[in-house]
């Protein structure tokens, strides 16, 4: 699977994007911090399931990935939720850098 951008503004530290059937957004800085995922860059993550969210009309029960400066939502041991995990946390950390 495959994440990709659907917002990247160049005047916000927020970014939105999609990978499969899943939605994210993300607070992302140009540089690392302690609050970041692993000291990364990524200080919010949210990945939701976008039809399970319309279904329940509960952001948290469509969520496997919920972190805001510490893990509400972790990724589970299932294959599916680590891989989403993985590919949207490659494409934030290795985003181009916009305030520097």
């Given at each position: 699977?495959?994440?990709?951008?659907?917002?990247?503004?160049?005047?916000?530290?927020?970014?939105?994007?999609?990978?499969?059937?899943?939605?994210?957004?993300?607070?992302?800085?140009d540089?690392?911090?302690?609050?970041?995922?692993?000291?990364?860059?990524?200080?919010?993550?949210?990945?939701?399931?976008?039809?399970?969210?319309?279904?329940?009309?509960?952001?948290?029960?469509?969520?496997?990935?919920?972190?805001?400066?510490?893990?509400?939502?972790?990724?589970?041991?299932?294959?599916v939720?680590?891989?989403?995990?993985?590919?949207?946390?490659?494409?934030?950390?290795?985003?181009?850098?916009?305030?520097?």
């Amino acid at each position: 699977m495959k994440a990709e951008f659907t917002e990247f503004a160049s005047d916000s530290n927020w970014v939105s994007g999609t990978i499969g059937n899943f939605n994210f957004n993300a607070k992302l800085f140009d540089n690392g911090s302690t609050f970041g995922i692993q000291n990364g860059r990524v200080s919010k993550l949210s990945i939701w399931n976008q039809k399970t969210r319309l279904i329940t009309g509960s952001f948290f029960d469509a969520c496997i990935v919920n972190y805001d400066r510490g893990w509400d939502i972790e990724p589970s041991n299932q294959t599916v939720a680590l891989t989403i995990f993985d590919a949207v946390m490659d494409l934030l950390e290795n985003s181009p850098k916009r305030f520097e």
